[in-house]
């Protein structure tokens, strides 16, 4: 069963798949192009190596992409009825089952992105409504994410090529947003 069934039937729909393509890419893009800019205002001596930054994140942001579709596609299921953490190793291996770590390194790089883009947010300069944009899309990706995983519900196709082309708009995104050096601010005097 999908993660949200009644936009099922409403996918069928050649118009509308259409359109949550491309909007779940723009809002990708978009996401990333605000999160590249505001890691060169908050950190302006990354602008020296403006070219190399870009790169590096593009490749960690693309990593991040292509280690987490299958994540998505396929979560483990946790049944919290069912678990007891009666010692600490217990407890810790419960923490490393939930978080979704006790699969790798490159699965904990995955989440070490995500994490990061929370910590981006905020760290950085970024205010008002463009931040309330990254934040709302980042927590109702971590709220999909959260469902797949404590519920029955399991991702259908299609959104998983919602969530990859999201995330490769992330990144794309990042690519873009970190390409060029900020213009210096001109200030006004009143």
Known sequence: MALIPFLVDIFQDPIFSLIAVIGAFGIGIFQGWILGRAILQRFPRLQNHVKTVSISLFILFLANAILSVPRFASPEKIDLANISAG??????SLLFLIFGMNTGFL???AISVTVMTFVLLKFTQIHGIAK??????????????????FTDLTPSTFEVLLYFLYQLGITIGILL???RKLKPQKLELK
């Open 177 to 179: 947003g970190t390409f």
């Open 132 to 149: 309330g944009f990254v934040f709302f899309f980042t927590a109702l990706l971590l709220i999909f994410t959260a469902m797949s995983r």
């Open 107 to 109: 699965t904990v790089l």
């Open 87 to 92: 010692s600490s190793g217990e407890f810790v």
